[in-house]
């Protein structure tokens, strides 16, 4: 527990030189009662989307911003709304005041690692929502570049493309094989060495092991 919390701070330390905004918890519930204590509070906030998270589903906070008068919530996810129509919505998305989602991997001396089937949440965390909020689990970060790309190849597309079910060869095996399948969902790369405007994109690292 006190290699991990050493290599939490060293991460968060770099984060912060970095240009990011950092806060860190103990587990995903204290992770959710820090978006709405410290980093809600901060923020002007009409409308609210995010990208797939199972690390940011956990702290519950959709549910909450669900709950409060004065959001509009940009729901990109429905099952009974035609594909069209969520990438309509996902576009408009890319709009909108906060976007709330996780990451692929994390470096120790501060860089976003992450890769996208279509690239909305790419994008989102890059530019386009004024504001984002990343919640990432102490299992995301890596000792350096190298090791993030390998992590979000071998570890998260497999284990995401077998989440939903995709039928690709990393689904099967476990790693990546540079595929061609129509529902490769290893398209679009983002690697944000610094965050500019200073800021904008706050971090929320839970010591814990939290999403793929």
């Not at 989602?101 to 996208?116: F, H, I, K, M, Y």
Request: charged fraction near 25%.
């Amino acid at each position: 527990m006190t290699e991990n919390r050493s290599q939490l701070e060293t991460c968060r330390a770099k984060l912060i030189e970095n240009g990011f905004e950092v806060f860190t918890a103990a587990d995903s519930q204290e992770a959710g009662a820090i978006f709405f204590d410290q980093v809600l509070p901060q923020l002007t906030v009409k409308t609210v989307s995010w990208g797939d998270s199972m690390t940011m589903k956990a702290t519950g906070v959709l549910n909450e911003l669900e709950k409060q008068d004065g959001i509009e919530i940009i729901r990109t996810f429905e099952k009974d709304v035609a594909w069209k129509e969520l990438i309509e919505r996902r576009r408009q998305a890319l709009l909108c005041d906060l976007f709330l989602t996780g990451s692929n991997a994390v470096t120790e001396d501060g860089r976003l690692v992450n890769l996208d089937m279509i690239g909305n949440r790419t994008g989102g965390i890059s530019f386009g929502p004024r504001k984002v909020v990343l919640f990432i689990g102490r299992n995301k970060i890596t000792r350096d570049l190298e090791s993030a790309i390998d992590r979000v190849r071998n570890i998260a597309a497999p284990l995401n493309a077998k989440r939903h079910d995709f039928q690709t060869p990393c689904a099967k095996t476990g790693r990546c094989h540079n595929c061609s399948s129509p529902q490769r969902i290893c398209n679009s790369w983002s690697i944000i060495d610094k965050c500019y405007p200073k800021g904008r994109i706050k971090i929320i690292l839970i010591n814990a092991d939290l999403g793929l």
